[in-house]
């Protein structure tokens, strides 16, 4: 029983979470300022932190298998480096969110809900190609230069990717799902015409959940360059999609200011698939990932602040 105390205790955090976020801080279904997108932010931001403690004691108690023999401090900063580099990695997903938003033109009112859902669907998406992504890895050593090699091309292809101001809303998706562009009052099924068709919030919801899929494919290679523990790799996740929902309508308005953390997102994404080709011929410190990948987020951030106050752009607000 022990040793499925800490997925009972991760299983259990998660849904207080959860609730916390849909019942409490959406409890009235408002759209949320930006001070209380902050906070909220904040708030997953300590648990997902907080966690970490909880990591060091149960491999200090001996809870799980840890096939790694990692000491409690090791699980510790695994963890730790994990969850920054998927928190980091998420801003991309923050961007691309926007777009579908933008996109299907959802109403601000109904955002939120879409987003708890989209965080719910990208558990299980998570869940699914981690065990998928762990099992390769158990049974093909050298896949891990594959999974190096693939974040390599991602890298590159991050920088010549050129900004997009509208997102195309896929025609094989509407196609396939009957989709109509009326919202019936945030209902996901509507009837037009005497017609049972789905409605725009069923397709960016369905959109944002491919979405996430695309960029786990990037995001789960990266945390394998840290650990393959199982624990970690999950737990990790989880927290660090947790504060999605808060976090993007704290960015919602400043997404396009931050422009230069592509660059950060490029140096931490050539950092992991480096450690992922080399990890079998040169052995690289636990504790460089963090610092690393703190300073590279750090460095866009300040980076593009200081070119906002160089060269500021003229807001165009719309009615």
């Known amino acids: ?49 907080a966690f970490s403690g909880l990591v060091f004691w149960f491999y200090q ?57 989209g965080i719910v669907g990208a558990f299980f998406f998570r869940g699914l190609l981690i065990t998928v992504g762990l099992l390769l890895i158990n049974q093909i050593e050298q896949i891990t230069i594959a999974f190096g090699l693939f974040l390599l091309w991602t890298a590159f292809k991050i920088l010549k990717e050129e900004d997009e101001d509208e997102l195309k809303r896929p025609n094989w998706l509407l196609r396939f799902f009957n989709i109509s562009k009326d919202f019936d009052g945030g209902k996901f099924r509507t009837t037009v015409n005497g017609k049972r068709m789905f409605t725009a919030l069923f397709g960016a919801l369905i959109t944002i959940e491919i979405t996430d899929v ?11 360059s840290v650990t393959t523990d199982p624990f970690i790799v999950m737990s990790s996740n989880i927290f660090a999609i947790m504060g999605l929902r808060s976090m993007y309508f704290f960015l919602a308005n400043m997404l396009d200011k931050f422009s230069y953390l592509k660059y950060s997102v490029f140096v931490i994404l050539v950092f992991v698939s480096i450690k992922l080709i080399l990890m079998h011929f040169v052995h690289f410190p636990e504790w460089l990932s963090l610092p690393i990948i703190a300073t590279s987020l750090i460095a866009g951030v300040l980076y593009s602040i200081y070119r906002m106050k160089k060269d500021p752009e003229p807001i165009n607000e719309e009615e």
């Open 1 to 49: 029983m022990l040793q499925y105390l800490p997925w009972i205790v991760l299983i259990g955090y998660m849904t207080v979470l959860l609730c916390i976020d849909f019942f409490v801080f959406n409890k009235k279904g408002e759209i949320p300022s930006t001070a209380k997108a902050v906070k909220e932010t904040l708030f997953f931001v300590v648990n997902g932190l």
């Open 61 to 117: 108690e001996g809870m799980l298998t840890n096939a790694e023999g990692l000491t409690p401090f090791k699980a510790m900063s695994n963890y730790l480096s994990g969850y920054t580099i998927e928190l980091s990695l998420s801003v991309d997903n923050l961007f691309v969110i926007a777009l579908i938003f933008a996109s299907y033109k959802i109403p601000r009112e109904h955002e939120h809900k879409l987003l708890f859902l």
């Open 214 to 224: 695309l960029f786990a494919l990037d995001s789960i290679p990266a945390i394998f």
